[in-house]
């Protein structure tokens, strides 16, 4: 029976489907390799989570030789979408206005970014 899936992926969850959706794929043993330079985990914790992972439905696997492949399940833009949805709805009770303007204060945003914005806002102006 699988995991019933939590609302969002846990830190250690996110940083191996950030290493999987840059790499498009790996083995436990690549994935830890990545994790290793911020993050010391055993072979077979890195091997638990991941299955716990394919449980939940963020990551599918496939065989290859004695072992699996892993390929996200979920796309970055999907998990992103959900995770920022939810902290908007219960940080900022549902205001995308109130999350902007707390992220154009406390960020630093060059003429790049600024002129992208704007173009943002042009098109949602014009619907």
């Given amino acids: 029976m699988a995991r019933r899936s939590a ?4 830190e250690l969850e ?6 999987l959706w840059r790499e ?12 290793s330079g911020f993050r010391e985990l055993a072979h077979t914790s890195v091997m638990t ?13 496939a065989k290859q030789g004695k072992g ?16 920022l949805g939810d902290m908007v709805e219960r940080v900022y009770s549902g205001s995308a206005m109130a999350v902007m303007v707390n992220l154009l ?8 970014e600024l002129a992208k914005l704007r173009r943002l806002i042009r098109q949602k102006e014009k619907g």
């Fill in 105 to 112: 204060e406390m960020g630093d945003i060059d003429e790049t």
């Fill in 68 to 83: 699996y492949v892993y390929k996200p399940r979920v796309s970055k833009e999907e998990t992103s979408r959900r995770m």
């Fill in 14 to 19: 996110l940083e191996i489907l950030k290493i």
């Fill in 7 to 10: 609302q969002h992926p846990t």
């Fill in 49 to 61: 989570m991941m299955g716990i992972m394919t449980e939940k439905g963020y990551l599918k696997r």
């Fill in 24 to 35: 498009g794929s790996g083995t436990v043993r690549e994935v830890r390799a990545h994790l």
